[in-house]
Every structure is written in structure tokens, then in C-alpha cells.
């Protein structure tokens, strides 16, 4: 047991490192960020609801890309590592084959967490903003290009440093620290000021996270057994599935005899309902100058079923790669 426990933090720290410096993590990131930025390119056309429009657009984007980015990296990191032999060398060490798996997916999950609140600051940013009003906009519009162009350049420094002298910091956190630290500035330099941030929008960054959860426990699950395209595509159809689970039950336990409805709702209970953590549609619709926060009983529950659907997922993933065969 104190092997197993010794084990998760360094393949954990192993994993987040490989995440991170995939290109899909900052290709995705990067998509993830523009989409957001232009949101209010795409609300013009709905006069009065701009800011509904780009958050709604918002968290919808924050939920999906991070989700792919995932599935991506479960997909390479560990149904790739299996394939190339490399997992054998892991697991000769003193690290169990469930700490391997637990470790693997943590370091995952941290990857995918770090995505979703760099897509949170900028969603922030953008809905402030919108909320400005003459030379606000154009103070903010300045102050975000500066940190921004700080923060790439910070990792740009970082890697040619690294590629000149063949040490230094890892670019990637290197750009992850400078750009956490420009938002703070940012946060600091517009703090007090009228329109306020409106941090009612983390709880759906806080949604999309629990949704991780399930996400990345199938994604690992799967990858156990499975090569880097089956175990994407597999993810893939899970998310699709999750989130039209509830219509697709309710509405083949209405058109299907009463004597198949309790195959319905066993068929409920195995797929899990993803679409508990769309919150976009209640942020969007809520009155954002005069927030409305949800309450945090219904994050409690959602976040305590991603926890014992994804711990489910987990105990399935440890015994499928008890029994690989890694020779």
C-alpha cells in the first residue's frame, strides 16, 4: 500500500509534464482561447443579448475543448506508451500497475484543469470587456494584448534559453507562469473598477472540471485495452452519448412497452448523464448585472457523481490493465 501511495505522485508529475508539452495541449488551447475572443464577433447579430451569447458560447467552448484535449492525451500518453513497449519499464520499478493507472490519470487531469483556466481567463476578460463602455473597452483591449504578448514572449525566451544553453525552465510552464501572472495583474489593475469581474462564471469552468472526471477515467479505461484511435473515438461517443442520455432514455421509456422500461432505467444508470454539468444555459440566461449565484448544493452533487462515476471507472481501468499483457 505505501508503494501504490509513493508511486501516483511521480507518474502523476510525469504525465502532467508529457500533457503539457504535447502540441495538441496548446493547439486545442489556443483554438479554445480565439473562439472565446471572437465571441462577440458572433454576437452582433443578437442585439441586447451579447453577453448571454458569449457566455453561453463561453462555457460551451470550455466544456468541449478541453474534453478533446483530454481524450487526446489519454490516447497518446498511455494506449501509446503501451504500444511502444515503454510501459513494461515503468511497471518493473516499484510502482504498482493500479498506481501507474491512477498516477496516469491525474497527471491528465491536471493538464486538462491548467486548459480549463487559462479558457477561464479569457472568458473573464471578455465578459468585462463587453461590459465597458467607450474608452473602458479600448483600456481593457490594451491591457489584455500587453499581457498576452508578455506571456508568449516569456515562453518564447524560455525556449530559445533552453535550445541555446541546453537547460532552463520548461517553456511550456514557463508561458503557463507568465500568464497566470498577467491575468493577476490584470485582475489587480481593473480591480474596484465599475463594471466589477464576474466571477459567477468560474462555476461553470468548475463544471466542465467535474465533467473531466468521467471523461478521463473512460478515456484511461479504454486506452488500457484499446489503440490511440479506438480509444478517441470511444471517448468521443461516450461524451456524445452522456449528454443526450436523459432524451434518449425518457424517450424510449415513453414509446417502448412498460415491461422494457426497466431496461430504460438500467441503461440510465450505466451511461452517465454529462449534461448535469451544462451549466452554460443558466449562466447565460441569468441577469448578469444583477448575478443570481446557483447554489452550491447543486455543485455538491454533481461533483460527488463525478467523483463515484470516475472512481467506478478507475477500479474497471485498474483490473483491465492488471490482466495486459505488457510483454
Known amino acids: 500500500m505505501g508503494t501504490f501511495f509513493r508511486g501516483i505522485p511521480a507518474v502523476a508529475h510525469v504525465t502532467l509534464l508529457e500533457t503539457v508539452r504535447q502540441p495538441v495541449f496548446l493547439a486545442t488551447g489556443v483554438i479554445g482561447a480565439l473562439l472565446i475572443a471572437a465571441a462577440p464577433e458572433f454576437a452582433l447579430f443578437h442585439m441586447g443579448e451579447e453577453i448571454k451569447v458569449v457566455v453561453d458560447l463561453g462555457l460551451s467552448t470550455i466544456l468541449t475543448i478541453p474534453s478533446a484535449a483530454a481524450a487526446l492525451a489519454c490516447s497518446t500518453v498511455i494506449s501509446g506508451e503501451i504500444e511502444r513497449r515503454t510501459a513494461a519499464a515503468a511497471i518493473s520499478k516499484p510502482i504498482s500497475r493500479e498506481a501507474f493507472v491512477v498516477g496516469r490519470y491525474l497527471g491528465i487531469l491536471a493538464g486538462a484543469g491548467i486548459q480549463i483556466a487559462c479558457l477561464a481567463a479569457v472568458l473573464l476578460a471578455t465578459v468585462r470587456f463587453l461590459r465597458c463602455d467607450g474608452d473602458g473597452r479600448w483600456q481593457m483591449a490594451a491591457w489584455c494584448a500587453a499581457c498576452g504578448t508578455g506571456a508568449v514572449l516569456a515562453g518564447v525566451v524560455s525556449s530559445l534559453a533552453r535550445r541555446i544553453r541546453s537547460r532552463g525552465p520548461d517553456p511550456a510552464f514557463s508561458f503557463l507562469a507568465a500568464y497566470f501572472a498577467a491575468?493577476?495583474?490584470?485582475?489587480?489593475?481593473?480591480?474596484?473598477?465599475?463594471?466589477?469581474?464576474?466571477?459567477?462564471?468560474?462555476?461553470?469552468?468548475?463544471?466542465?472540471?467535474?465533467?473531466?472526471?468521467?471523461?478521463?477515467?473512460?478515456?484511461?479505461?479504454?486506452?488500457?485495452?484499446?489503440?490511440?484511435?479506438?480509444?478517441?473515438?470511444?471517448?468521443?461517443?461516450?461524451?456524445?452519448?452522456?449528454?443526450?442520455?436523459?432524451?434518449?432514455?425518457?424517450?424510449?421509456?415513453?414509446?417502448?412497452?412498460?415491461?422494457?422500461?426497466?431496461?430504460?432505467?438500467?441503461?440510465?444508470?450505466?451511461?452517465?448523464?454529462?449534461?448535469?454539468?451544462?451549466?452554460?444555459?443558466?449562466?447565460?440566461?441569468?441577469?448578469?448585472?444583477d448575478p443570481v449565484p446557483l447554489p452550491p448544493l447543486v455543485f455538491a452533487g454533481t461533483a460527488a457523481y463525478a467523483a463515484l462515476y470516475s472512481a467506478a471507472l478507475l477500479l474497471v481501468a485498474c483490473a483491465l490493465f492488471r490482466e495486459r499483457d505488457l510483454a
Request: aromatic share 10%; proline share 5%.
Open 183 to 289: 491575468f493577476g495583474i490584470l485582475l489587480l489593475r481593473f480591480r474596484g473598477s465599475d463594471p466589477g469581474w464576474d466571477f459567477r462564471l468560474l462555476a461553470g469552468a468548475l463544471s466542465s472540471f467535474c465533467h473531466l472526471w468521467i471523461l478521463c477515467a473512460a478515456a484511461v479505461a479504454v486506452s488500457t485495452r484499446a489503440g490511440l484511435v479506438p480509444t478517441f473515438l470511444a471517448t468521443a461517443a461516450l461524451f456524445l452519448a452522456g449528454h443526450v442520455s436523459g432524451y434518449i432514455v425518457s424517450l424510449a421509456a415513453s414509446a417502448l412497452p412498460a415491461s422494457f422500461r426497466p431496461a430504460a432505467v438500467l441503461l440510465r444508470a450505466i451511461i452517465p448523464d454529462l449534461d448535469l454539468f451544462n451549466v452554460a444555459d443558466a449562466l447565460a440566461t441569468a441577469r448578469m448585472d
